[in-house]
C-alpha cells in the first residue's frame, strides 16, 4: 500500500520512463512520436488510451485516504492523525506543518479534491442506481464503460453490487 507523496521530480521521471516505453526509442535513436502526451492522456470518449500521470495517480489516492478520514473518524488511524496534527481542531483549518509526515502532507495537498462533488450520501445504497447515478464528475457510470450492460442490471442499486463478506460484487 502506498503511503508516501510521491515527490513530483520522481512523478515526473516515471512519466518520461513510461512515454519512452510508449513511443518506443531508445537513448541512442529516438523514435517520432505519433501523438502528444497530453493527447494519450485524454479522455477514452476522445479516441485515446487515457493514460494517466504518476501525479495524478498519487493523488487520486490521497484523495481518497482523505475521504476514509473524513467517512471513519473513529478509525485507529484516523485517530491518530488527528491527534498529532489536528489537536481538537476541524481538518479544513490545518496547514501541513515541517515535521508533518509524508502521508499527512499528502492528505492535506489533496484534501480539496475529498471535498469536491461531494454533495450525495450513497449511505447503505438502496436509493441510488449503481449504473445511472451522476457520480463525482457529473456522468453516469453506463456512459464510461466500455462494453454492453445488460439491461436486467441497469436497474441496480449500488447495495445490489455488495456483499458484507467479500465486499464489491
Known amino acids: 500500500m502506498q503511503r508516501a507523496k510521491i515527490p513530483r521530480l520522481v512523478c515526473d521521471e516515471l512519466d ?15 523514435k517520432s512520436h ?17 493514460l494517466r500521470s504518476i501525479r495524478q495517480l498519487n493523488s487520486a489516492y ?3 485516504l482523505g475521504r ?5 473518524p473513529k478509525s485507529l488511524w484516523a485517530k491518530v492523525l488527528k491527534m498529532k496534527y489536528c489537536k481538537g481542531k476541524d481538518i479544513e483549518t490545518m496547514r501541513v506543518r515541517g515535521q ?36 463525482v464528475d457529473r456522468k453516469e457510470i453506463i ?4 462494453c454492453d ?16 463478506d467479500t465486499g464489491w460484487d
Open 100 to 135: 508533518a509526515l509524508n502521508t499527512w502532507r499528502g492528505i492535506m495537498e489533496s484534501i480539496h479534491l475529498s471535498k469536491k462533488g461531494v454533495d450525495h450520501t450513497i449511505g447503505d445504497g438502496h436509493r441510488t442506481k449503481f449504473w445511472t447515478h451522476k457520480w
Open 34 to 50: 505519433l501523438m502528444a502526451w497530453e493527447t494519450v492522456t485524454k479522455e477514452k470518449e476522445n479516441g485515446v488510451l487515457r
Open 149 to 164: 450492460v445488460p439491461e436486467d442490471q441497469r436497474q441496480l442499486q449500488v447495495r445490489d453490487y455488495w456483499k458484507e
Open 16 to 30: 518520461r520512463e513510461l512515454r519512452k516505453f510508449l513511443w518506443g526509442g531508445t537513448t541512442m535513436e529516438r
Open 68 to 72: 476514509r478520514l473524513a467517512n471513519k
Open 62 to 64: 490521497f484523495t481518497k
Open 143 to 146: 456512459s464510461k464503460v466500455t
